[in-house]
């Protein structure tokens, strides 16, 4: 069991403290990138001028840490992908486009996804953080196709929750291949690739 803290019931913390744990997350964040995927406790307490004790205090070890810089990811993905409004005139096929291209650039432009969506995190605390915000993105695609087929716009037999998943884990692979080149793919062949894919797994009405 990981012993970082819950996100939803760790106290309140003071404006200083929350400045001190917002300072230790964005030098873990830069130590990962300076190192490819790993870190050292001490390391990121002098990178964030700050005692190893203030890591433990607000983190309880280095799996909360970690944790923690994952979760900050994935509220960034979040914020730049799902909280953006998209014309209620567009239709579903086209929402979806756009919403797609808008994860792919994300993805492509925040140096950090090569190492989160590559799986290059080794601490069991990554892995956890990682499994618990792709539960919470295949819960939000199987209302998203749920609403779709209530439309009329995606084949109502087809398990709104099954294909979310085939399709999200997918996309993850697809992503994660390409970021593993040294070269690569542009965003407009990731783009066509997965949404062929997707037109098979989520077959329209």
Not at 28 to 55: D, Q
Request: proline share 5%; glycine share 6%; with cysteine.
């Amino acid at each position: 069991m990981s012993s970082s803290p819950d996100r939803s019931t760790s106290p309140a913390l003071t404006a200083r403290g929350g400045a001190t744990r917002q300072r230790l997350i964005e030098a873990a964040r830069a130590e990962l990138l300076e190192t490819g995927g790993t870190l050292e406790v001490a390391k990121v307490a002098t990178r964030a001028e700050a005692s190893p004790g203030l890591l433990y205090r607000y983190f309880g070890a280095k799996d909360g840490l970690v944790a923690a810089v994952v979760h900050e990811f994935y509220d960034s993905y979040d914020t730049a992908v799902f909280a953006i409004a998209v014309s209620p005139e567009l239709g579903w096929t086209e929402r979806e486009r756009l919403r797609l291209s808008r994860e792919i650039d994300f993805l492509c432009e925040d140096p950090l996804a090569p190492i989160i969506v590559g799986r290059r995190l080794r601490e069991p605390s990554a892995a956890q953080a990682d499994a618990e915000r792709l539960a919470a993105q295949i819960d939000m695609a199987a209302r998203n196709v749920a609403h779709a087929q209530r439309s009329g716009e995606v084949d109502p037999a087809v398990d709104a929750r099954l294909v979310s998943a085939a399709f999200l884990g997918a996309f993850r692979e697809l992503m994660a291949e390409a970021m593993s080149r040294d070269v690569t793919p542009s965003r407009q062949d990731l783009l066509d690739t997965i949404w062929r894919l997707g037109a098979s797994i989520i077959p329209s009405a």
